[in-house]
T-cell receptor, first 109, second 117 residues
């Protein structure tokens, strides 16, 4: 079966760092996506991890441990516009994405 | 970059009517497209995989006769919500892999907001 677990809500202060964790159990695994979604909009791509380790891309970094079924998204120098939902999505066979419930991040001044 | 469009962006219909939503890949071919549904403050739920030239593959719990999917060409998939009811009101989003066999790119359409009165 499929199981994806991430915190429901998080709050942080502008300029701070926040880490959003995701654990997953899926049948078939190619890699793991992180998406950002603002209310009423489609998701936008943030990162895709295939290999274990940390991948840094500007203010956003993503980590994957395949053996532990664990990933995290690290957001640095938080800005107000980073307030959004962050979706963890393991990719199984046939390019199919299964999304977690998402983490709603609220950034405060 | 690759673009996926959806039409209409929003639709309001009466209960009992059918609504068709189109998903198009604008500058690439997509033999597979995915349809998602999202209720307010919830995540995207995969409904079905649309396959060009063959039947769609539906996720468990999704009614095939209720949500008709037709992948008419390499650039177009349609989702028809038949006999829509207020509980079908939701945000419907499609996506397509960016290149044949590629697992590292998924392009999402902008979504269609359906409201059933």
């Amino acid at each position: 079966g499929q199981n994806i677990d991430q915190p429901t809500e998080m709050t942080a202060t502008e300029g701070a760092i926040v880490q959003i964790n995701c654990t997953y159990q899926t049948s078939g695994f190619n890699g793991l996506f992180w998406y950002q979604q603002h209310a009423g909009e489609a998701p936008t791509f943030l990162s895709y991890n295939v290999l274990d380790g940390l991948e840094e891309k500007g203010r956003f970094s993503s980590f994957l441990s395949r053996s532990k079924g664990y990933s995290y998204l690290l957001l640095k120098e938080l800005q107000m516009k980073d307030s959004a939902s962050y979706l963890c999505a393991p990719s199984g066979g046939y390019n199919k994405l299964i999304f977690g419930a998402g983490t709603r991040l609220a950034v405060h001044p | 970059g690759a673009v996926v469009s959806q039409h209409p962006s929003w639709v309001i219909c009466k209960s009992g009517t059918s609504v068709k939503i189109e998903c198009r890949s604008l500058d690439f071919q997509a033999t597979t497209m995915f349809w998602y549904r999202q209720f307010p403050k919830q995540s995207l739920m995969l409904m079905a995989t649309s396959n060009e030239g063959s039947k769609a593959t539906y996720e468990q719990g999704v009614e095939k006769d209720k949500f008709l999917i037709n992948h008419a060409s390499l650039t177009l998939s349609t989702l028809t919500v038949t006999s829509a009811h207020p509980e079908d009101s939701s945000f419907y989003i499609c996506s397509a892999p960016g290149a044949s066999g590629s697992t590292d790119t998924q392009y999402f359409g902008p979504g269609t907001r359906l409201t059933v009165l």
